[in-house]
C-alpha cells in the first residue's frame, strides 16, 4: 500500500467537496477548500484521528468497511471507488444481490395491513 498516493488521494477529494454536498451547513469560517477532516470521518463512520492518520500516511492499512465507507462519505464514482480499493490493497465488496419480488405469505400480510387498527 502507496501511503503517500492514498493520503493526496483523499485529501484531493476532501478537498473538492463542499458542504452543501453533502447535506451539512456551510459554514463562513472555512481556512481551506473542501470538508473538514472531522465532517469526512462523521460521513464515514470512523474517528477524526483515523481518519487524520490516513490523510497523513500515517495509518495502517485500512478493512474493506472502511474504504468501502469513505468511498461513500465522499462522494466517489465507480471508477474512483476502484482506485481507492487499488490504493489500499483490498477487495471491492459485490454489490449484494437485491430480491425484487415478494414472498406470497408477506404479500398477504402487507395486504391485510389496511384492515388493522
Same mark, same amino acid.
Given at each position: 500500500? /502507496? ?15 463542499? +458542504? ?5 451547513? +456551510?459554514?463562513? *469560517? %472555512? %481556512?481551506t477548500p473542501?470538508?473538514? %477532516? ?21 495509518? +495502517?492499512? $485500512? *478493512?474493506?468497511?472502511?474504504? *468501502? ?8 464514482? $465507480? ?12 477487495v471491492r465488496? %459485490?454489490? $449484494? ?17 389496511? /384492515?388493522?387498527?
Open positions: 500500500m /502507496d501511503t503517500a498516493e492514498l493520503a493526496a488521494f483523499l485529501r484531493n477529494r476532501r478537498e473538492r467537496l463542499r +458542504p452543501e454536498d453533502v447535506g451539512l451547513i +456551510p459554514g463562513s *469560517s %472555512r %481556512r473542501g470538508l473538514r %477532516r472531522e465532517e469526512v470521518a462523521v460521513l464515514a463512520h470512523i474517528s477524526t484521528e483515523y481518519y487524520v492518520r490516513l490523510e497523513q500516511g500515517r495509518a +495502517p492499512r $485500512p *478493512s474493506v468497511e472502511v474504504v *468501502s465507507a469513505l468511498a461513500r462519505a465522499l462522494r466517489l464514482t $465507480p471508477g474512483e471507488t476502484d482506485h481507492l480499493h487499488d490504493l489500499t490493497d483490498t465488496p %459485490r454489490d $449484494p444481490l437485491v430480491c425484487r419480488t415478494v414472498r406470497p405469505g408477506i404479500r398477504t400480510l402487507l395486504d391485510r395491513l389496511p /384492515d388493522t387498527a
